[in-house]
């Protein structure tokens, strides 16, 4: 019964996230928001909310290890299997200067990420904690990257084109309907993961940081995956790569920093080494992206490769 409350709550998840997407851009929309802000933020962090849903609650059921290992897994499992299977479909171009500075900001976010949760090695203290006030320093650093965004909007206002429609009356109802539908979604789908992923993570030994890493990680993943994959088939590459380095960003400062703000987080020793990977792979996805500026499909093949490596690691560690 477990595993079919999990896979329901998967369902809700993927279908919740959809969603919402669809019913918070369409209102995005009606109220004139440029498509450049509708797909840097709405798309890559509605694709992200159940990332987010899932490691709150965890956070606040006490499982801190489900919070750290889901964002974290996911950012990994984003930036190897989503970029490679969408890039071995489609190469994907890195030609928006917006994209290039965004991963060398989620750089950024990784390493204040890897100090924060250093605390036994930086302050010889007795266990590693993401405290209150880093998690308000995680989602100021995230005020500042929605700034960065929203000064990108600006600048670029003057390329923006819009096609005039005919004048009709503006239906709010369905998008309105839509995005509360959705979002009811997610915080229910996520609530079900959380609580049957720790049960099962008991029931077969696992630890509640690979049953993160894992199950949770690749199932909240899943709206990222498919939007990039959509996304790289009509030839949408920035939406592609801007979604997932996007959902990463949002994964980290708002995610952790929400989540720890309401209940400080207790870090595995173990997840350490997870967050130094993905800092390398986050440089690695910077050199892909800047050769020849995009992620070619042998690029994509090779992050495919290193995921199913990682996994085989992180299942035999645990």
Do not use: C
């Amino acid at each position: 019964m477990v595993y079919i409350l999990l896979l329901l709550g998967f369902i809700l998840l993927i279908k919740g996230a959809n969603y919402f997407v669809d019913g918070s851009s369409n209102i995005a929309t009606m109220l004139n928001i440029s498509p450049l802000l509708i797909g840097l933020t709405i798309v890559a962090f509605g694709t992200s909310s159940p990332e987010a849903t899932v490691s709150i609650l965890a956070a606040l059921n006490g499982n801190a290890d489900v919070a750290m290992g889901n964002v974290v897994g996911s950012n990994i499992f984003n930036i190897t299997l989503v970029v490679g299977i969408t890039a071995m479909l489609n190469p994907l171009k890195v030609e928006n200067d917006t994209i290039r500075k965004e991963i060398p900001f989620t750089m950024l976010a990784s390493v204040v990420l890897l100090i924060f949760i250093s605390d036994v090695m930086l302050q010889s203290a007795t266990n590693n904690v993401i405290t209150r006030s880093e998690g308000l320093v995680l989602l100021l650093i995230f005020a500042v990257f929605l700034y960065y965004i929203f000064e990108v909007v600006r600048n670029h206002k003057a390329s923006f084109t819009r096609v005039e429609k005919p004048v009709q009356t503006k239906n709010w109802g369905k998008p309105i309907i839509l995005t509360i539908a959705g979002l009811a979604a997610i915080i229910f789908g996520g609530d079900l993961v959380v609580k049957s992923s720790t049960e099962i993570a008991y029931s077969i030994g696992m630890s509640e940081t690979l049953v993160g890493l894992t199950i949770v990680a690749v199932g909240t993943s899943l709206p990222e995956l498919v939007t990039s994959i959509t996304a790289a088939l009509k030839k949408q590459s920035e939406i592609a790569l801007g979604n997932i380095v996007g959902s990463n960003i949002f994964n980290i400062l708002f995610v952790l920093g929400a989540s720890s703000v309401i209940v400080p987080l207790g870090v595995d020793a173990r997840i350490f080494i997870d967050v130094v990977i993905m800092i390398v792979l986050t440089f690695l996805l910077l050199l892909f992206s800047r050769t020849h500026f995009k992620v070619g499909k042998a690029e994509g093949l090779i992050l495919a490769v290193i995921y199913i490596i990682y996994l085989v690691y992180i299942i035999m560690r645990n």
